[in-house]
Antibody, heavy 123, light 108 residues
Framework: EVQLVESGGGLVQPGRSLRLSCAVSGFTFGDYAMHWVRQAPGKGLEWVSGINWNSGTIAYGDSVKGRFTISRDNAKNSLYLQMNSLRAEDTALYYC????????????????WGEGTTVTVSS | EIVLTQSPGTLSLSPGERATLSCRASQSVSSSYLAWYQQKPGQAPRLLIYLASSRATGIPDRFSGSGSGTDFTLAISRLEPEDFAVYYCLQYGSSPYTFGQGTKLEIK
């Protein structure tokens, strides 16, 4: 069974940093691109970032570019999101999600999602 | 950035009726790289449709997707009680990926 389990969320002050992790199992992690998607309370879905199988192709949403960094460790079956200079508008449930392809922007959709980890940015 | 606009914002129908949800893009979606998701309260989204018209594994055939270019549609032929949820479209053909704002399908 494919499983994605996010961790690392919590309450953080504006301007501070936080690192999210996603541990995966049930599939060959290194064969697939991965994504982070977030959902602010009571709002819709927002794509945050995507990374291809070997970290050679990375993309970010405009609202996080320059502040967030996505990375992966295929040996540890883990995906990460380093979030710096956090703002109140970054408050959301952050989902880790699997692509159907090895690369992003090549026609693979997002097919499997974790349950999310909550990030709250407040003083 | 491609902006996706979903309509209507809320759709009120009864079980057994047909639902038609629209997703319109601000520019052409590359190779029909468009997906539809269903999200129920407190749950992660579930993939329904990819490549505009291909059903994901395990999705009932009452769900169908169509469209190309800038206009896409999700149709649910006969609504079941479990179909009442929020539906999102996603374009994944150009960076950044973008979601529509969602359509809430509620019981009338």
């Amino acid at each position: 069974e494919v499983q994605l389990v996010e961790s690392g969320g919590g309450l953080v002050q504006p301007g501070r940093s936080l690192r999210l992790s996603c541990a995966v199992s049930g599939f060959t992690f290194g064969d697939y691109a991965m994504h982070w998607v977030r959902q602010a309370p009571g709002k819709g879905l927002e794509w945050v970032s995507g990374i291809n199988w070997n970290s050679g192709t990375i993309a970010y949403g405009d609202s996080v570019k320059g502040r967030f960094t996505i990375s992966r460790d295929n040996a540890k079956n883990s995906l990460y999101l380093q979030m710096n200079s956090l703002r109140a508008e970054d408050t959301a449930l952050y989902y880790c999600a699997k692509d159907t392809h090895y690369d992003i922007l090549t026609g693979g959709s997002v097919d499997v999602w974790g349950e999310g980890t909550t990030v709250t940015v407040s003083s | 950035e491609i902006v996706l606009t979903q309509s209507p914002g809320t759709l009120s129908l009864s079980p057994g009726e047909r639902a038609t949800l629209s997703c319109r893009a601000s520019q052409s979606v590359s190779s029909s790289y468009l997906a539809w998701y269903q999200q129920k309260p407190g749950q992660a989204p579930r993939l329904l449709i990819y490549l505009a018209s291909s059903r994901a594994t395990g999705i009932p055939d009452r769900f169908s997707g169509s469209g190309s270019g800038t206009d896409f549609t999700l149709a649910i032929s006969r609504l079941e009680p479990e179909d009442f949820a929020v539906y999102y479209c996603l374009q994944y053909g150009s960076s950044p990926y973008t979601f529509g704002q969602g359509t809430k399908l509620e019981i009338k």
